[in-house]
């Protein structure tokens, strides 16, 4: 089965600071992607990062960026510079390559303290 | 371009009656996915179609739900007789191909369900 785990139901960051926010993930496939989405308060999933698994690099998009730990599938999201604007709910989610569907983790609240 | 557009936003129906959840894709987009969120929960996959077709509907519930996407118009989640945990937010998302060729889901901002 694959499962998504999110143990951390609330994080707070000061503005202008860094953040990581954890993800885990449980899988028998060795070919897939991870995803951070946005949720903020208009509910709009946003497509945050991706990372395929077979990349050895991490991804970077601005000042997201994410630490992929394959073996102890790991795939957590460092926001650096936190802006107000990133206040939001983020969700971990995983694919198999060739699959039409995502898995979801709980989510994380992100709060950002000015 | 606009997005993925959902209507309503908000849905309340009282136990029993039939909610119709409509779902146009992005212009060009004919790949919808419709994803359920409980509270508290994340997302769960729950149907993918093509135009006039129903590709994958492992994530549907066996009774009451029902979806489709026909050639002209938007793509129609149906849910009979809801009960009070039929309550959720509803996501759909439309691609351009098939997301297993690795393309990217656009989603829109989702139909919030309440069952009184």
């Known amino acids: 089965a694959q499962t998504v785990t999110q143990s951390q139901p609330e994080m707070s960051v000061q503005e202008a600071e860094t953040v990581t926010l954890s993800c885990t993930y449980d899988?028998?496939?060795?070919?897939?992607?991870l995803f951070w989405y946005k949720q903020p308060p208009s509910r709009q999933m946003i497509l945050v990062i991706r990372?395929?698994?077979?990349?050895?690099q991490n991804a970077t998009e601005n000042r997201f960026s994410v630490n992929f730990q394959k073996a102890a599938k790991s795939f957590s999201l460092k926001i650096s510079d936190s802006q107000l604007g990133d206040a939001a709910m983020y969700f971990c989610?995983?694919?198999?390559?060739?699959?039409?569907?995502?898995?979801f983790g709980t989510g994380t609240r992100l709060t950002v303290i000015p | 371009n606009a997005g993925v557009m959902q209507n309503p936003r908000h849905l309340v129906r009282r136990r029993g009656q039939e909610a119709r959840l409509r779902c146009s894709p992005m212009?060009?987009?004919?790949?919808v996915y419709w994803y359920r969120q409980l509270p508290e929960e994340g997302l769960k996959f729950m149907v993918y179609?093509?135009?006039?077709?129903?590709?994958?509907e492992s994530g549907m519930p066996k009774e009451r739900f029902s979806a489709e996407f026909p050639k002209e118009g938007p793509s129609i989640l149906r849910i009979q007789q809801v009960v009070r945990g039929d309550s959720a937010a509803y996501f759909c998302?439309?691609?351009?191909?098939?997301?297993?060729?690795?393309?990217?889901?656009?989603f829109g901002q989702g139909t919030r369900l309440t069952v009184v």
């Open positions: 998302a439309s691609s351009p191909v098939t997301i297993a060729l690795n393309t990217e889901a656009f």
């Open positions: 899988t028998s496939e060795s070919d897939y992607y």
């Open positions: 990372q395929e698994a077979y990349k050895q």
């Open positions: 989610a995983y694919r198999v390559t060739g699959a039409n569907n995502l898995f």
């Open positions: 212009k060009g987009h004919s790949h």
């Open positions: 179609l093509q135009k006039e077709n129903i590709i994958d």
